[in-house]
């Protein structure tokens, strides 16, 4: 036997079970309203009463009568909760100070705990950056131009790259050399900065030497980084007092230039220590060598 419209409708409520107003007031005045859906009138008769839709039978209602069915929304690109929580945690533990969490919400402080970790674990496992070689046993350190493979890694190096100072390989007299020349300058430069770890020990006091071709007619000089010790506007450009003679010889040519009360602290263009000076600004230099006074 078919069962009747009222019984199925009383057997979706299990006895005792809350009735919601909304699913109540769809069920008001119909006579096949089971008694717990009237309790529920009775104890609220303010509930408003919901026009009953056009079709048959009520609105399709949720489980265990919370409300008619909405249409499931889709995924949200947005991490879990579990993985907020999770990530938050990790957050929390790198950076534990209530001022970044005033300034991240939660959401970035996710994501910012997700490139953390990603960029730790692609990290693991490789070894630190091989330092380079250590010059603060040594009594002096050299460079030699022109040659990429000796112009490195020698305990001083060459900055060929400011305006006032650009230098490019070349070859004079049968010898690499970096040669200056350049436009618009009544004087040129060359800048070199000493290794770090030369510093170590006391610089305060070297002869920095200098083989150079001898072509044209000028003045060669040398200005030193002094700021440490000198207390004006120019001391990092500090002239050491000495200036060679250019004679056109074509020939190769040492030069020697006493530096007193250096600090060599990059305080000059590029970072550098001291610069070769020159006018006018063409020069061409093999080797330069930088030395501790005894």
Same mark, same amino acid.
């Given at each position: 036997m078919k069962p009747s419209a009222a019984k199925v409708t009383q057997a979706s409520h299990l006895p005792g079970e809350r009735v919601s107003s909304s699913h109540a007031s769809e069920m008001k005045g119909s006579t096949a309203a089971p008694a717990v859906v009237r309790r529920a009138l009775a104890s609220n008769p303010s509930a408003p009463a919901r026009a009953k839709p056009s079709g048959s039978g009520c609105v399709p209602c949720g489980p265990r009568g919370r409300g008619p069915l909405r249409p499931r929304r889709a995924r949200s690109p947005i991490p879990t909760a579990s993985f907020r929580k999770s990530a938050s945690t990790a957050v929390a533990a790198v950076a534990p100070s209530a001022s970044f969490a005033r300034t991240y919400p939660a959401s970035a402080r996710?994501?910012?705990?997700?490139v953390l970790l990603t960029v730790s674990v692609i990290g693991c496992g490789k070894p630190p950056p091989s330092r380079g070689p250590d010059f603060s046993q040594a009594d002096s350190v050299t460079i030699q131009l022109g040659d990429s493979k000796t112009e490195y890694g020698s305990g001083l190096q060459h900055r060929y790259h400011e305006k006032d100072g650009l230098t490019t390989p070349a070859t004079r007299g049968g010898r690499p050399c970096r040669h200056l020349s350049v436009v618009g300058f009544s004087r040129g430069f060359l800048y070199f900065v000493i290794d770090q770890t030369f510093k170590q020990r006391s610089v305060k006091n070297v002869e920095i030497t200098v083989e150079y071709f001898d072509e044209g007619f000028g003045t060669l000089g040398l200005q030193f980084d002094a700021s440490g010790s000198k207390k004006?506007?120019?001391? =990092?450009?500090?002239? !050491?007092?000495? =200036?060679? !003679?250019?004679?056109?010889?074509?020939?190769?040519?040492?030069?020697?230039?006493?530096?007193?009360?250096? =600090?060599?602290?990059?305080?000059?263009?590029?970072?550098?220590?001291?610069?070769?000076?020159? !006018?006018?600004?063409?020069?061409?230099v093999h080797r330069v060598t930088a030395t501790r006074a005894k």
């Open positions: 996710s994501w910012l705990c997700l004006n506007r120019h001391a =990092a450009y500090t002239d !050491s007092g000495i =200036a060679i !003679s250019l004679f056109d010889s074509k020939t190769w040519k040492q030069a020697t230039f006493p530096v007193h009360n250096a =600090a060599f602290e990059n305080s000059q263009n590029s970072g550098s220590d001291f610069r070769l000076t020159v !006018s006018p600004p063409e020069l061409s």
